[in-house]
């Protein structure tokens, strides 16, 4: 809140915050079928229940809106973004992974396949792919320090799919100081957000 401050006293944003259901989805336990559904769940309640709520509290019944996250968080809202762009014109994805079906133990299936950003987006093509362009924009920023592992090949790799399927991006890759914590997070956010807000 305190980095974001600036632009929250300016009345240039507001902040909702919701869990995610992560623990009974992608890294859960049971049948793959069901914790597919529990996702499906989770984002009917983002699209039926907060994005109405938000629209009604801002009081502009057509409000688009920026996803924003880190880590698993990143990945959750590069899927909002792309999976529903006339909703969210934008997604913030910091320190992602976007591999997504690497997190889903227990077998392979389309809605595995559709919440794997790596996976779908090589293959957007035709109305479906002209929808994500004419109404979204993702900045996907890593850095190169302690933790990103995993994160920076990735994020790098779907940055070059959003830029070859014609999806208007941005990429930011900071240096090696840069970690996977809040700490750069917060900069990151603070950075960024002016630009999409």
């Not at 809106?65 to 809202?77: E, I, R």
């Not at 976007?98 to 779908?120: C, I, K, M, T």
Request: charged share 20%; glycine share 10%; net charge neutral.
């Amino acid at each position: 809140m305190d980095a974001l401050g600036p632009l929250l006293a300016a009345g240039r944003i507001k902040l909702y915050c919701p869990e995610s259901n992560i623990s009974q989805t992608f890294s859960g336990e049971g049948p793959l079928s069901e914790r597919m559904e529990r996702h499906r769940q989770y984002e009917h309640f983002i699209l039926d229940t907060l994005v109405p709520f938000i629209r009604k509290d801002c009081r502009q019944p057509d409000a688009r809106m920026v996803a924003t996250g880190c880590s698993m968080g990143a990945l959750f809202s590069s899927l909002f973004a792309l999976k529903f762009p006339e909703v969210f014109e934008g997604a913030l994805c910091m320190s992602g992974r976007y591999r997504g079906s690497q997190y889903v133990q227990g077998g392979y299936s389309d809605e595995v396949y559709f919440n794997d950003p790596l996976a779908f987006v090589p293959n957007l093509e035709g109305a479906a792919l002209e929808r994500v362009r004419r109404n979204t924009h993702l900045t996907l920023v890593v850095g190169r320090g302690p933790f990103e592992g995993s994160c920076l090949p990735e994020t790098i790799e779907l940055g070059g799919w959003l830029q070859r399927k014609g999806i208007p991006s941005h990429l930011g890759v900071w240096g090696k100081d840069s970690r996977h914590e809040y700490t750069w997070w917060r900069r990151q956010a603070a950075h960024y957000l002016p630009q999409v807000a």
